[in-house]
């Protein structure tokens, strides 16, 4: 595709930074992932607890560790938000039932890890009972649930959180059905709405050549960090993948990508279990954090929460997932006096962010209200019509994301890099 | 066995009531979806709020000692107030919260229905009130309670169902006789079509979602009175539940939605009573889940290639 350069914007004089602002989210997410911008963040946000303590031995401020844990909530929260963005940012499934699988995972660390069930599994066998349960459960809801469409896959996933919850809070006994009971007497699976106690945390050194002691609070930091930037860099080797296209593709509309011959029911489920299993893997790592599972941490309003951080964020962009959570972990902390208006607040953004800017901050999926009329290869044509005759020049990898976004698959050997 | 024939009748009859609550709220989700193709998440909220306009009305008439105002108009002025009161909110939504998306992603509309119904729930926690609020239903309706063999059910539980049930009849005469209501079945067919057949499709989604709304808040009413107690949160499940109730009946089909509320009210209760009041809810989901992968389309629903 030529772009053709209009007298209004000529290449030679515009600014790289002025084409970067008109870009739009869409670009300015690309621009965002690269490994030049991705790399640099990471070692910094590793860099910052450091620095924080060195701050505190070197002044009469005693923030540091306050502060870590701030910052450690918020690398869980951008974890979560990242996998809820596989689901509903790239394959547009409505996952309403995504916190069961943070509290599935919790709960089976805690059952193999503590005095519970007196099990103590190494973490990595934990991880692997930690993977295999929460993938059998979205299997299980996955499977049946997938074949349905948009909102009823939304209501069932809602359902199937809230069975979930009910399990949680009723296994601290054996369950009784028609009168008979399931289990020997005095079994207590989840401990109710006490949860489960006194979890191990992970066979982890406590000092680091190099850096000295490090405090159980700063090496969690440091592991949700490096599970963050892995699940990144996993998810971006997924978006520019033959899998990743397929999400996209189903996403942006179905029927086209099935005429295309996208097995749409197998590529949904592996979007469906892919971000299951990472959201047990973050409830695992939550639960050795906190020594705690704990039933108000897998409540629907923490659905809720993590949805409008990859909204606001924009669907579909991973930066804006972190941005996203970053903006709604750190004020709560430190307006506590306003705690009671949080939902109040989140649900205001939550309404205005989708009815002024439905793309949100970064977003790549389009969910602007279509004003014209017409198949799927017209709209195609149209949008890309449109945007190339905006853009001041179209670079190579515009024309790659603006071909992800309309559907298209095509093979391009940049993208494979 | 005998355990179950003496207590069977008891748990039909409270399942017709809560059943009857169930399907005055799927109407609702029913009315809305068959015109919008949008599951209206925050309906469960407007019922919330309709059950709580009652209760400040009821407030008012009692507390203040208003003792000129006879207790059936005050009853009357609540219903009057809290369908009026639901019926603008679920119009004022729609304006704000659907309208602007209305031909966008199917995913938008949805996410916002979720924030409006988080709005709704947090706006009357932190507004009103984050504990129940009472509602002195025995100053306001007689406290008799009726004994038929073994069954026993208040007089607020039979005016439930019994005014349950004529909303229903009446809502059907309305969709199914009168002119307005076959340029809602148009709409709800084809809302292009309809257009090009001169109906003001707005002003047809205006009043579905006033009616939807309006419906919900009897049912607030109807549940203050029978329960006499409301919170910001009741809507929550309730409104899940009841759109279980819709889609069990098949969603977009009216006389459906009413079988399926009834049914599923039906349905809670006998397995309330007799396999597990701790996993009540869970048998609920399951239900809904079966219903939907053996019949996507619900008991009454016509087949439609893209639906599910």
Not at chain 2, 67 to 89: D, N, Q, T
Request: charged share 10%; net charge negative.
């Amino acid at each position: 595709m030529s772009a053709q350069p209009t007298p209004k914007y000529s290449i030679e004089t515009t600014h790289p930074l002025k084409r970067l602002w008109e870009s739009g989210p869409g670009g300015w997410n690309h621009a965002l992932t690269r490994p030049a911008v991705l790399i640099p963040f990471f070692v910094v946000a590793a860099l910052v607890p450091l620095a924080l303590q060195y701050v505190e031995d070197n002044s009469s401020w005693t923030g540091a560790q306050f502060w870590t844990l701030i910052l450690a909530n918020c690398a869980m929260y951008a974890c979560l938000a990242v996998a809820l963005n596989l689901v509903v940012g790239y394959a547009g499934l409505l996952n309403l039932g995504f916190i069961a699988f943070f509290g599935i995972g919790s709960y089976a660390y805690a059952l193999v890890a503590s005095d519970q069930l007196h099990q103590h599994y190494p973490v990595w066998a934990a991880l692997l009972v930690v993977v295999a349960v929460t993938l059998a459960f979205a299997l299980l809801v996955g499977v049946p649930a997938l074949r349905l469409r948009g909102d009823y896959l939304a209501i069932v996933t809602l359902g199937f959180g809230l069975i979930m919850r009910d399990l949680i809070l009723d296994l601290d006994r054996p369950p009784v059905l028609a009168g008979h009971q399931f289990g020997p007497d005095g079994l207590n699976l989840t401990g109710g709405t006490n949860g489960v106690h006194q979890v191990d945390p992970f066979n982890l050194p406590t000092s680091l050549p190099l850096i000295g002691p490090v405090p159980h609070f700063r090496m969690y930091y440091w592991i949700f960090i490096g599970f963050l930037a892995l699940s990144i860099f996993c998810m971006l080797r997924w978006r520019n993948s033959r899998t990743g296209r397929a999400w996209v593709a189903i996403r942006d509309d179905e029927l086209a990508a099935r005429a295309m011959g996208v097995n749409t029911f197998k590529y949904r489920l592996l979007a469906f279990s892919m971000s299951a299993v990472m959201a047990g893997i973050v409830g695992m790592i939550d639960a050795a954090f906190i020594f705690n599972a704990f039933p108000g941490n897998f409540d629907v309003q923490q659905t809720v929460q993590i949805f409008i951080m990859v909204i606001l964020g924009g669907l579909g962009s991973l930066p804006g997932a972190i941005l996203g959570a970053i903006a709604f972990t750190v004020p709560p902390f430190l307006l506590q006096q306003f705690v009671f208006y949080k939902y109040l607040v989140i649900s205001i953004v939550l309404i205005a962010v989708m009815v002024f800017r439905p793309e949100g901050l970064l977003g790549t999926v389009s969910i602007r209200p279509r004003q014209t009329m017409g198949g799927t290869l017209e709209l195609l044509i149209a949008e890309t019509a449109i945007e190339a005759s905006e853009l001041p020049a179209v670079t190579d990898a515009e024309v790659a994301d603006l071909e992800a976004s309309a559907g298209a698959i095509v093979e391009d050997p940049e993208w494979k890099q | 066995m005998d355990y179950f024939l003496q207590n069977f009748p008891q748990q039909l009859v409270n399942g017709l009531e809560a059943g009857s609550l169930y399907a005055l709220i799927a109407l609702g989700y029913t009315l809305i979806y068959g015109i919008l193709e949008m599951l209206n998440f925050a309906h469960g909220d407007v019922y919330m709020v309709g059950a709580f306009l009652a209760a400040g009305v009821a407030g008012v008439f009692v507390h203040n000692e208003v003792a000129a105002v006879p207790a059936g108009l005050a009853v009357a002025l609540m219903m009057v107030l809290a369908m009026g009161g639901a019926g603008l909110l679920g119009v004022g939504i729609e304006r704000v919260a659907y309208r602007p998306l209305r031909n966008a992603n199917r995913l938008a509309p949805l996410i916002t229905a979720i924030g409006v119904s988080l709005f709704l729930e947090s706006a009357v926690q932190v507004w009103v009130s984050p504990a129940p609020v009472l509602v002195p239903s025995n100053a306001l309706v007689p406290q008799t309670v009726f004994h038929l063999g073994n069954v026993v059910t208040p007089l607020t539980g039979v005016m439930l169902f019994v005014v349950a049930v004529a909303l229903m009849v009446a809502l059907d005469a309305f969709v199914f006789r009168t002119r307005f209501g076959s340029a809602m079945r148009a709409t709800a067919q084809d809302r292009e079509a309809a257009t090009f057949m001169g109906i003001d499709v707005d002003r047809v989604i205006m009043v579905t979602f006033f009616l939807a709304s309006a419906l919900a808040g009897m049912g607030g009413v109807l549940f203050g009175l029978r329960y006499a107690s409301v919170d910001f949160f009741m809507g929550y499940l309730l409104g899940i539940k009841a759109f279980t109730a819709a889609v069990i009946g098949g969603i977009g089909n009216i006389r459906g939605a009413m079988v399926g509320g009834l049914l599923l009210g039906v349905l809670e209760s006998l397995v309330g009573g007799f396999i597990s009041s701790q996993f009540q809810d869970s048998f609920v989901f399951l239900a809904l889940i079966t219903v939907l992968l053996i019949r996507p389309q619900g008991l009454f629903g016509q087949p439609l290639a893209d639906r599910a």
